[in-house]
């Protein structure tokens, strides 16, 4: 197959149509290594300005690439098109760089994971990004921030006899 990046691109849109999402961003990293990223990330981000539905893309190219400031800011644009386990590889990677940034994401997937009716698994889910929030609060030197938030997150979640059960197993407790 010819290595030109434009045919690269052909290559990208055929098996995005095609579904085949996970070879696209195989591929598309691969154009971005063959020719300098900022055209092909340009033309990504534009995608992205008209289908939001791109951005996990756009953060895995741009995260790739070494981009990772602008892989964070394209994720907060559109926080509801990367998923959850796009957030949680992002904010793992934030948290040793940024602590602080990652405090409030790490308190909304906190709380929709324990929302999740769906899953039999999410308190202990739960408790493992509370694990990774505290790390990231002591990181940014706010510690009372995390206190804080396991006392209101326990208040308000205290008629969950099973999640407070979690928690003090986890050593989340008061």
């Given at each position: 197959m010819d290595r030109d990046p434009a045919?690269?691109?052909?290559?990208?849109?055929?098996?995005?149509?095609?579904?085949?999402?996970?070879?696209?961003?195989?591929?598309?990293?691969?154009?971005?290594?063959a020719k300098a990223g900022r055209p092909h990330t340009e033309?990504?981000?534009?995608?992205?300005?008209?289908?939001?539905?791109?951005?996990?893309?756009?953060v895995d190219v741009l995260t790739a690439t070494g981009a990772h400031d602008e892989a964070w800011q394209a994720a907060t644009t559109a926080p509801n098109h990367l998923g959850r386990p796009g957030w949680?590889?992002?904010?793992?990677?934030?948290?040793?760089?940024?602590?602080?940034?990652?405090i409030e994401p790490y308190q909304q997937l906190i709380e929709t994971q324990v929302n999740d009716n769906g899953d039999k698994h999410r308190y202990r889910r739960?408790?493992?990004l509370?694990?990774?929030l505290q790390e990231a609060c002591q990181a940014a030197g706010?510690?009372?921030?995390?206190?804080a938030y396991?006392?209101?997150?326990?208040?308000?979640?205290?008629?969950?006899?099973?999640?407070?059960k979690t928690?003090?197993?986890?050593?989340?407790?008061?």
């Open positions: 045919n690269l691109t052909e290559l990208v849109d055929a098996l995005r149509t095609a579904g085949r999402n996970g070879e696209a961003i195989d591929w598309a990293r691969r154009a971005l290594k033309q990504l981000r534009q995608r992205v300005a008209d289908q939001p539905a791109y951005v996990p893309e756009l949680i590889a992002l904010l793992e990677k934030r948290r040793t760089t940024n602590p602080a940034d990652v739960a408790v493992l509370l694990a990774s706010q510690q009372n921030r995390f206190t396991l006392t209101d997150f326990r208040d308000r979640h205290r008629r969950r006899p099973t999640l407070i928690l003090d197993s986890a050593g989340f407790h008061p």
